[in-house]
């Protein structure tokens, strides 16, 4: 199923060892030495196949897994197709993920610098970094160990890239200091100006952005996605943020640990985020707001004033969710009089 | 009026010609060997153009019509100023597509391989395609005939591109299986990973995104729209979509064929969609969601429920267009008391 | 503060020079000698370092200044620690603005063409210009003096670019006419096809795109940011216009001076706007309005209807700012029934 053009197949795996990879109890022993040679999902997986079954919703068709192999919790197992092999998992996602790196890998350009790289002869780049042809290293620039730069990549003047990053095709990094294990996704834009201006005389003067971006470890950013440079101070973003595609992030703006942005969010200037804020796709925020830590944040949601740590809000303007299910019952009850 | 530095004026024609071209029938057949030398709109038009008048709200402006010649229907040429050579046509916005056609064309560049595209070895190029300056091509792709690469795109390794495609400048295509005719515009981004996580012990774990992007024929993506590819499975584009900019197509979502996707939407992962489904700007849609054939979302709704086939829904949370207009005059009306 | 592996420091000020680049005058006569060798915030500067206090809400924290100077007005001078040089200005911010260019700058690349930039010979390139690696500029475009070209950057065939322009690093400009002092900023795309399809038997066929992109002096488009070139006219950017990061401008929509569209904002095709409109983030407008000049738009507002001059409107579908806070509190304390 997993198309070989693309992706390494490592070879395949008995039963058995598919149990020890991911932590499961085999139950029906006699299957140990099957041989599986492929992962797929539980309504397409064949013989040869291993399957992940964890959604409760759909145990009516566990009867029809033609699986080989189907890994799924104690609960779910009764529901089964009979014949196939029955792995027991704690948590079936989790064993899916480590029977994924098990079996397959992406493919990974090999270490050296490509001809056709521009790199500045003031730049220092570590041991076993990729750089792909076509990538444009200014002066200054510092890059780790083992980071990997696609095609067309620019990494402006002055930056610093840690160890074991990925800086995609295209991409555009300026202004920046990176941590380690950063994976910025082709086309993402890092460190442009803010968009600052005041206006003099119907003219709108461009606000000099002295600031940075500073990242912390972990951190990936989605493909088109934009992090402005702060404009007196830094944009800073923490360790272990996901932003996923075409987000914008603001000048100063400020995430703590492990926020996650799904796709299309919008962050005004000068917001404070804590750790572990979850914003749905296309939510959009105010400028100068905090959110606090654990908050979470509907898609399409508006925000317009801070939000207290732990709390769930939706809506534009952005109430606690329960207040947004009586306003949308209330509305759609009353308009039909 | 249309600007020769970047189109190509194939040269003047007749107004029997125009007719002709237009599939219309000329009403004043004294004017059939006056000269057109352009296309105008129906206000700016001037000696020597031709017109297109078929929006009945502006019947009342016919009398201002300077153009030489004018495409209109049976019922809207009464309202034509006098002296202007009348054609008589069903449709008068698909005779101006057809004569558009006829005297303009784009500039399209020469077939070749630019000395500066870097195109692995094992890659294969078809008859008559063109390859522009910096363009990157990786092992094992296969690009069929006539295909226009521009430059800077990247193509990954291992995919297939059809016939008579365009890609864009700065595009990006990984681990996608493209068909004929597909027109990615400038800065479009496919391939990269789903936005998919699994947090243990408070680290967002990145799940291997093991499948691909599938398109079929005459597709279109915008500029700067991102699709990524399935996570186990494949993301899928049906014949004939139209995707506009700025747009996320996430993990695991299938179109089906001809739908219309209007700038800045965003739909989450594994959706499934109908044929000829039309989304509004801005529009969103949560994940896991089918939306049947002949679906219409409007502009900036927030999709949270399956839509049925041919329905009509707008608003946040979407409901039927009826209920939405229901419920902003409701609002309107009793917010005021 | 500043980082001057990116910024260009020019040197420390005495605080009398301060107060003459600010235009305020030094309250505190006896440290017009001390020196100043860094801007910072309130809160952060420290001593060596100016501030700037302008914000009322903030006056408690005045006391806390530890910076050398502060700039501030004459109202909020009493509330400044003590030991710290006032420098009293009428408007803080230009204040801040003026001193910002005094003491730092942007580096700049230096002129001259890089090798590996691809120019047609029959393009032209004014005196000063900055071109940097691979640029790729088509035949007959013509650029004007001392503009910068960043990496990957794409100028096609035609395209006329003014004075002073920079254009960022992997933007693309086509079927262009842009004045002088313009800003694209990296990965901004100008130029590609409106979004204009025929539905004919079930097949989208593309309507010919015959239009221009004509730009004014003095806009900046920001990263990722779309305008498509119009489909028979043009699409027009007045002069001074400021356009966000992320954001789509469709065909033939036409824009005054001095507008401000902030991030993610979407303009469907054909609308017309006065001078000075300003428009919220993620807003988004429906084809063919007219939006008079000095409107505000508040963000995420869907706007359906034409907006007269001045008026402020918020919201989907979008109404005067007071209609959509009486919305909001109706339903706010009816649901809660």
Chains 1, 2, 3 share one sequence.
Do not use: W
């Amino acid at each position: 199923m997993v198309d070989t053009r693309f992706f390494i197949h490592k070879g395949k795996l008995t039963v058995a060892k598919v149990a020890e990879i991911c932590g499961a109890e085999l139950q029906t022993s006699d299957k140990a030495d099957e041989v599986i040679n492929d992962i797929n999902t539980m309504f397409a997986a064949d013989k040869g196949e291993v399957c992940f079954f964890y959604d409760r919703k759909k145990k009516a068709q566990g009867a029809e897994i033609k699986a080989t192999a189907c890994v799924t919790t104690a609960d779910l197992a009764q529901f089964v197709a009979s014949g196939v092999a029955i792995l027991i998992a704690d948590d079936p996602k989790l064993a899916a993920l480590k029977l994924n790196e098990a079996m397959y890998a992406e493919k990974r350009p090999a270490a050296g610098i490509a001809k056709t790289a521009v790199i500045d002869p003031a730049a220092e780049i570590g041991e076993g970094c990729s750089i792909a042809d076509y990538a444009v290293i200014g002066a200054n620039v510092k890059i780790g160990k083992n980071t990997i730069v696609g095609p067309f990549a620019v990494i402006m003047e002055g930056c610093v890239i840690g160890d074991n990053c990925r800086l995609g095709a295209h991409c555009y990094v300026s202004y920046t200091i990176m941590g380690n294990n950063c994976y910025i996704y082709n086309g993402a834009r890092l460190g442009q100006d803010g968009f600052g201006f005041q206006t003099i005389n119907g003219v709108h003067k461009r606000i000099p952005q002295l600031g940075r971006v500073i990242m912390g470890n972990d951190i990936e950013i989605g493909s088109c996605s934009c992090v402005d440079r702060g404009a007196l101070g830094d944009t800073i973003i923490g360790d272990g943020c996901r932003i996923d595609n075409l987000s914008q992030v603001a000048h100063n703006d400020k995430m703590g640990r492990g926020c996650i942005i799904v796709a299309q969010t919008g962050i005004a200037g000068s917001c404070t985020f804590g750790d572990y804020v979850v914003c749905g796709g296309q939510s959009g925020f105010a400028d100068h707001l905090n959110v606090g830590s654990g908050a979470q944040v509907g898609a399409q949601s508006g925000v317009m004033r801070d939000i207290e740590p732990g709390t769930v809000v939706i809506g534009t303007p952005a109430v606690p969710f329960k207040d947004y299910m009586r306003q949308v019952s209330f509305l759609q009850k009353n308009s039909k009089k």
